[in-house]
């Protein structure tokens, strides 16, 4: 098993992308590494497992790829968080801001139903306003997020802000 710090190792960081003075943590070193990658799933699966969850959500796009193998470890559901106007269905949708924009997200109206323990989970988390979004659309369908699971914590940018109530575990904070 690799150690932690070893982790770090499989995550690039690109300078300026997508816009200048953006630090991106890309994810394809430790996704092309299965030893590294089933490190990270059986982290996160063992440190939210005591919050409980009926279903995974997973934010679009690359939270779709830890959320996939977290709900499969996990037994659950997945449904999916995605950017406006790639579901077919019904949605409930919502706006915010990122370090470099505006956003919006949407799910369908049924992805979670009323009492439901949701797990968030995404690739990153940065400024916290996706995951911010993303809670405010579960709650709205009258489903818990139990706590957001992410991959890296960019701790700088202070994203914790927005979960206050709600546990944030990561496997690697920088």
């Excluded at 070193?29 to 996160?44: G, T």
């Excluded at 405010?136 to 957001?148: G, P, Q």
């Excluded at 701790?155 to 690697?172: A, D, M, R, S, W």
């Amino acid at each position: 098993m690799l150690s932690s710090d070893k982790i770090e190792d499989y995550i690039r960081t690109v300078q300026d992308f997508p816009e200048p003075g953006i630090a991106f943590k890309d994810i394809s070193p430790l996704l092309d590494n299965p030893k590294a990658f089933q490190q990270v799933i059986d982290e996160l699966a063992e440190k939210s497992a005591p919050y409980g969850c009926d279903k995974v959500m997973a934010i679009d796009a690359r939270g779709f790829i830890f959320g996939t193998a977290l709900a499969q470890k996990l037994g659950v559901g997945l449904g999916m968080i995605r950017k406006a106007g790639k579901l077919p269905y019904t949605t409930v949708t919502t706006s915010y801001d990122l370090e470099y924009g505006r956003s919006t997200v949407e799910m369908h109206v049924d992805a979670v139903e009323q009492g439901q323990n949701i797990l968030l989970v995404d690739d990153v988390l940065a400024t916290g306003g996706t995951a911010a979004a993303a809670i405010r659309l579960i709650e709205e369908c009258n489903a818990k997020v139990t706590a957001l699971a992410v991959l890296v914590e960019l701790k700088e940018l202070e994203g914790q802000q927005y979960f206050k109530h709600i546990p944030v575990i990561t496997n690697v904070s920088c």
